[in-house]
């Protein structure tokens, strides 16, 4: 039980139970209601109010006590269809048998069934009074060999027991009602658990995606609640075990009274407590348990749906403390929440401090994120590889403190008392294998990096990563070419024809590949003394590409950055010491720039035969006639303003001036 010295906080919230039911779904009772008895004339089975004073106070030395938290008061009955209730003809060869149960002020009703054998086309349905809640068919499917069945719980204080079988059926049906469950505290609702709680679907728990279907909620003898975990085994082959805490109360007397609620979780990081409670399974096999290190474990009866997503917690027993630390878990019954520990942890006794102590507990010193609660009990503690080292015990943490937690140490419980229902590693290793770990098991995702490897050498070496997802590989040739033909590495060739070819980077062929290399290129900052410059770093270090490294520009002329009219490295432009003001390479043709001097800015220099006269990039009659020659006048004809002359110098006294 979680925070055996405080006192148990009321839990309080209404849950989404029963929504919308289809015509298919509708219980024969609310369909056909004009067809049979009223049901207020249907025999009650009525158990005594709650007397919350008398409850409450029990309630507290159970906490002092290390007992698990409760949330219902079981009371025995005996109902059969035999001698109880009420049988009905339909009337199309079918009959439908009810009663009801129910007690005063109840806040949930949940039931048991101590002998529950459904005939091969029957079924049992349970369901409010008014119709809003409505539980799932139980049919054949959900006979074991226990015999028990369990219900989840209802919020009405008053449910409806109804089975519908063939007439020829009836004499095989084997029902007996023995615990009618009345809740005097809400199994999920508004504002139960503390402020500093994490949703799962908070980003903080997107890093643990894999592992957080494999916790539930759970309800042990129709009365106790707490949160426990679906567990890997080294078969990876899917058996359902299901660990808790030892306190939980599960025990071979009662397995079969474990009902475990999957994805009870909001649907928003910190919105409304809209959970949900209709992914249950009923019942379960004992497997072992040891009070030492508080574990227990069970096998379901059946396997979940695979619709549910639910997945296989992994584990270490090699009892290495982890460096950081996970818990998810359901606090106060709340919905599910994730807490973190961002250091190491300790092994000590139970609420211990001393290192090691006997050496049978894992110590949370404080959460840094979250917390756990009341209700937390028996959910798993993670180490830094989403491995199982622990599962709840108890301890004083809470919103508001920065107290410890004590998590039974699954190394210990491996081999627990010595026997196969004292210890875990009968069922969590049966091939016995020795493995010291095993990863969370995603249904239809990785189990090992072998599942990853997609056969192609280049793409490096795929693993398996947390929560069953297969991860990229690296790069399995850094620095030099990768040749998938052969499965090799080779020398890079860098060949200088001024093209980023395959194989070249900026780091094996610096005069082809122009991409920045350092590690801060691309932060708008030139870093000089990190080997940055307008060659290495261009984004940076204000210089410009246009196409072939050929092409490249720094500061000034198109020259090299040692260039006088830049400064810093050629990294900046300056007027001092002759300097210009401008940068050939800034994308603005400006200043002294012209095609020739700079083009990259400017465009290219002028081409003779473009029938364009460029005189300012230096074509005249001279240099280009059949651009100039024509349109203009050779040098010593007579003129009257330069624009006459394909020199574009007309000079002399007035009336005299002829083109130099």
Known sequence: MKDRLKLICALAVILTLGVGITAAQTPIGIARADDIRAIQTVQLVSAPAVDLQVVTAEDIDRDLAGLAPRYAIANAVSITPERDGI??????????????????????INLGFGQYVMTPNGSLRIYSVDGQHVRRPFTA??????????????ITDEIVVEVVLPAEERDN?????????????EFGSDNRSGSCNVDVICPDGDGWRGEIP???????????????????????DTTPYFMTAYHCGISAGNAASLVTYWNYETDSCGGARNGSLNQFQTGSFFRSRWSTSDFALVEMDSDPDPAWGVTFAGWNRSGAEATTAVAIHHPSVDEKAISFEFDATTTTSYLGTSVPGNGTHVRVADWDTGTTEGGSSGSPLFNQNHQVIGQLHGGYAACGNNSADWYGKFSVSWNGGGTSSTRLSTWLDPGNTGANSVNTLVVGGCSNNGDCDDGAFCNGAETCGGGGSCQPG???????????????CEPLVCNNDGTCDAGEDCNN?????ISGTGVSCGDGVCETAAGEDCFSCPSDCNGKTNGNPNNRYCCGNGTPCTDSRCSN???????????????????????????SNCSIDCGPP???????????????????????????DPVGTSCIDDSDCCSNKCKGPSGGKTCK
């Open 509 to 513: 062929c610096g005069d082809d590949c």
């Open 569 to 595: 490295n050629g990294n900046i432009c300056t007027t001092s010491g002759g300097g210009m003001s401008y940068c050939c390479g800034d994308m603005a043709c400006q200043g002294d720039e012209n095609n």
């Open 141 to 154: 499917v959900d006979n074991a060999l226990h015999g028990e069945l369990w219900t989840p719980l209802l």
């Open 474 to 488: 690296n790069d399995p040739c850094p620095g030099q070419a990768c040749n998938e033909s052969n499965d090799s």
């Open 87 to 108: 049988w009905e003809d339909l009337g199309d060869g079918t009959l439908i048998w009810r009663v009801r149960a129910g007690a005063p002020g109840a806040i949930s």
């Open 606 to 632: 002028p081409v003779c035969g473009d029938n364009v006269c460029d005189v300012g990039a230096g074509e005249d009659c001279a240099s280009c006639a059949a651009d100039c020659c024509g349109s203009c």
């Open 173 to 185: 049906l084997r029902l007996e009602l023995t615990s009618v469950n009345v809740g005097y505290r």
């Open 214 to 236: 494999s916790v539930a909620a759970i309800s042990t003898g129709g009365s106790l609640f707490c949160s426990g975990f679906m567990v890997n085994n080294t078969a990876q």
